[in-house]
């Protein structure tokens, strides 16, 4: 079993920069591909990022790209994501999700295996 926990969220205004950061145990971390999503009440749950597990290749949401940056450190099962110019419509609970079967992960939340508890982020106007 894998765990996974988020940590990072808070509140902030619009315009900051805010860094969530993600560690999954319980197997081997660089087996692992990664994502970030985010859910607000009433609606489905919504891909952010995702990068695969060499941290060679990653993707956005078409909502964040330019704005967000996804990474990880295989050294220390981390995976952060570094989110710049927020806006008031980020706000959300932030997940992060992990999976042994995919390589580059992906948008599909059905395809995760693993999630954490989530965290909450707030950007106020």
């Known amino acids: 079993h894998v765990q996974v926990v988020e940590s990072g969220g808070g509140l902030v205004q619009a315009g900051a920069s805010l860094r969530l950061s993600c560690t999954a145990s319980?197997?081997?971390?660089?087996?692992?591909?990664m994502g970030w999503f985010r859910q607000t009440p009433g609606m489905e749950r919504e891909f952010v990022a995702a990068?695969?597990?060499?941290?060679?290749?990653?993707t956005y949401a078409d909502s964040v790209k330019g704005r967000f940056i996804i990474s990880r450190d295989n050294n220390k099962n981390t995976v952060v994501l570094q989110m710049n110019s927020l806006k008031p419509e980020d706000t959300a609970v932030y997940y992060c999700?992990?999976?042994?079967?995919?390589?580059?992960?992906?948008?599909?939340?059905?395809?995760?295996?693993?999630w954490g508890q989530g965290t909450q982020v707030t950007v106020s106007s």
């Open positions: 999700a992990a999976d042994p079967d995919m390589y580059y992960g992906g948008s599909d939340p059905k395809r995760y295996d693993y």
């Open positions: 990068i695969s597990r060499s941290g060679g290749s990653n």
């Open positions: 319980g197997r081997t971390f660089s087996g692992l591909a």
